[in-house]
């Protein structure tokens, strides 16, 4: 029996370069590494909007904290201080606090804290008739940037409300 080689038609076989290889290969990893980016803006997008609605809900809280306070201007002998009916004189007061937002890590370890400090004053609009402008500033750094941001809330109070 006689071997039989196979003939190769160059046009019925052809093949890839070298060069179509590669530049493949490049196009391959640019749309690979456009998605992983995408997937990390995303993310990165979800955390700071989940901070930031944190904060808001820490300045939300510092100013009904403030709205909530007696303040009762008719009221004689006019006093103020916790007890009389003036509970929350125009001052200004800081608190500082753990941002609530979900962490990674044990409780309380210091690498999974968001610090933030809420800034909360007191101030008379008008005298005739009586009100007052309750604003709160949460200030509040974002890690992955380092940058500051600030959410406030303001509100506006007559007495007895």
Same mark, same amino acid.
């Given at each position: 029996?006689?071997?039989?080689?196979?003939?190769?038609?160059?046009?019925?076989?052809?093949?890839?370069?070298?060069?179509?290889?590669?530049?493949?290969?490049?196009?391959?990893?640019?749309?690979?590494?456009?998605?992983?980016?995408?997937?990390?803006?995303?993310?990165?997008?979800?955390?700071?909007?989940?901070?930031? *609605?944190?904060?808001?809900? =820490?300045? #939300?809280?510092?100013?009904?904290? @403030?709205?909530? +306070?007696?303040?009762?201007? &008719?009221?004689?002998?006019?006093?103020?201080?916790?007890?009389?009916?003036?509970?929350?004189?125009?001052?200004?007061?800081?608190?500082?606090?753990?941002?609530?937002?979900?962490?990674?890590?044990?409780?309380?370890?210091?690498?999974?804290? *968001?610090?933030?400090?809420? =800034?909360? #004053?007191?101030?008379?609009?008008? @005298?005739?008739? +009586?009100?007052?402008?309750? &604003?709160?500033?949460?200030?509040?750094?974002?890690?992955?940037?380092?940058?500051?941001?600030?959410?406030?809330?303001?509100?506006?109070?007559?007495?007895?409300?």
């Amino acid at each position: 029996m006689r071997a039989r080689w196979a003939t190769f038609d160059s046009k019925a076989n052809g093949a890839f370069t070298l060069v179509e290889v590669v530049m493949a290969m490049f196009i391959f990893a640019m749309v690979i590494s456009g998605a992983i980016y995408g997937y990390v803006q995303a993310n990165r997008m979800a955390e700071w909007s989940s901070m930031s *609605f944190a904060a808001q809900s =820490y300045s #939300s809280q510092g100013a009904e904290q @403030a709205r909530a +306070a007696d303040w009762r201007p &008719r009221d004689w002998p006019q006093t103020n201080g916790p007890g009389t009916m003036d509970e929350l004189p125009p001052t200004n007061y800081i608190m500082v606090d753990i941002l609530d937002i979900p962490s990674k890590g044990q409780p309380g370890a210091t690498n999974s804290l *968001f610090w933030v400090t809420n =800034y909360v #004053s007191v101030a008379n609009v008008s @005298a005739n008739p +009586a009100l007052r402008q309750i &604003r709160s500033d949460c200030v509040w750094s974002f890690p992955v940037t380092g940058r500051q941001y600030t959410n406030t809330v303001i509100l506006l109070r007559a007495p007895d409300q």
